[in-house]
């Protein structure tokens, strides 16, 4: 017959199993732009390179489009109820990486540099860890 604290102390061990210090988990990159095409080559782009060194991705996930409205007077001293309305409409995408070691993200940065593609201008690339 199994003693109860024998059984308590074996899970515990079971449950205090630490993951390694290499492989970190949770990672999302964000891009952000003006230009949903651009926006959408990006993604496409990372993506790929991303499954080609076998890293396990969840997305690109659309996030809500952000608006931000500009008004203008029209002349400059007066009929102030002549106005123009500029906007901008900023999209984002959303990767989640799964797992992630200091090596891959070095080999996924030089790939970005080093390939072909080139990243727009307009689209911000921000890693979140």
């Keep these: 017959m199994i003693d109860s604290n024998s059984e ?8 205090s199993r630490k993951p390694s210090k290499k492989i970190k988990e949770g990672m999302s990159i964000v891009f952000k732009s003006c230009d949903g095409a651009a926006l959408d080559s990006c993604v496409a782009y990372i993506v790929e390179i991303a499954r080609s060194l076998g890293l396990s991705i969840k997305g690109p996930v659309p996030m809500p489009t952000t608006r931000k409205v500009f008004t203008v007077l029209k002349s400059p001293h007066i009929d102030k109820r002549a106005m123009d309305q500029f906007e901008l ?3 984002k995408r ?3 990486l799964k797992e ?5 993200l070095d080999l996924l940065e030089s790939k970005m540099v080093a390939g072909n593609y080139s990243i727009p201008r307009n689209v911000e690339i921000e890693m979140k860890v």
């Design 8 to 15: 308590r102390e074996m899970d515990k061990k079971k449950v």
């Design 94 to 96: 959303v990767l989640f």
């Design 100 to 104: 992630y070691s200091k090596p891959i």
């Design 89 to 91: 409409r900023y999209m």
